[in-house]
């Protein structure tokens, strides 16, 4: 079992729509989780991380970790065209990161 | 701001070739990495240096090595290479002291090997 499930989708949203993007992982040990954003033909960039359990809001987007139930979700409110992108989730797991598979968003004007 | 590059974008080879993909970070991060990303497999490691000539292998690191005799240059090594490594490599770095949770990454070398 990967330790990292992501759906790869792909999402299609209109333009002001609430995203939600979802992994779930099997280590409940784990303790820092990502989310890279990638744009097309470009490299993963680091969009929000959260240490431990809870929310963590930045603009218009929320990250949230479950770790009862091993959820990790990314929240994108007033979704942009500019949000059209790969989004993947991550746990850091020593030195390494171990990746979900990327969820594909796109988001329609 | 971080930069890491890397020395193709593009390559195309021929099975059994060897292939040397380079990687180059400008802030004296300890720690780099190699990836590959693969359409329904996502990003899967293959190698790591935490630090010069220091190497451990990720999840696939079968028919790939790697090379760091200086601390801002990473090689992954293709000795020969075979259709199954046509795939996007991509490099990545981090500082120890900064948060080993952001990763800064190079633009990717898109290999096909014919």
């Known amino acids: 079992q990967k330790e990292v499930e992501q759906d790869p989708g792909p999402l299609s949203v209109p333009e002001g729509a609430i995203v939600s993007l979802n992994c779930t992982y099997s280590?409940?040990?784990?303790?820092?989780f990502m989310w890279y954003r990638q744009y097309s033909r470009k490299g993963p960039e680091l969009l929000m991380y959260?240490?431990?359990?809870g929310n963590k809001e930045d603009g218009r987007f929320t990250a949230q970790v479950d770790k009862s139930s091993k959820y990790i979700s990314l929240f994108i409110r007033d979704s942009q065209p500019s949000d059209s992108a790969t989004y993947l989730c991550a746990i850091l797991s020593g030195y390494a990161l171990n990746f979900g598979k990327g969820t594909s968003l796109l988001v329609t004007p | 701001d971080v930069k890491v590059t890397q020395s193709s974008r593009y390559l195309v080879k021929r099975t059994g070739e060897k292939v040397f993909l380079e990687c180059v970070q400008d802030?004296?991060?300890?720690?780099m990495f190699w990836y590959r990303q693969d359409p329904g497999l996502g990003l899967r490691l293959i190698y790591f240096?935490?630090?010069?000539?220091?190497?451990e292998k990720g999840d696939i690191p079968e028919g790939y090595s790697v090379s760091r005799e200086k601390k801002e240059r990473f090689s992954l090594i293709l000795e020969s290479t075979s259709t199954n490594q046509t795939s996007m490599y991509l490099c990545?770095?981090?500082?120890?002291?900064?948060?080993?949770?952001?990763?800064?990454f190079g633009p990717g070398t898109r290999l096909t090997v014919t």
């Open positions: 990545a770095s981090t500082s120890r002291l900064q948060g080993a949770y952001e990763q800064y």
């Open positions: 280590n409940s040990a784990f303790q820092y």
């Open positions: 240096s935490y630090d010069v000539k220091m190497k």
């Open positions: 802030m004296d991060h300890e720690n």
């Open positions: 959260t240490y431990s359990s």
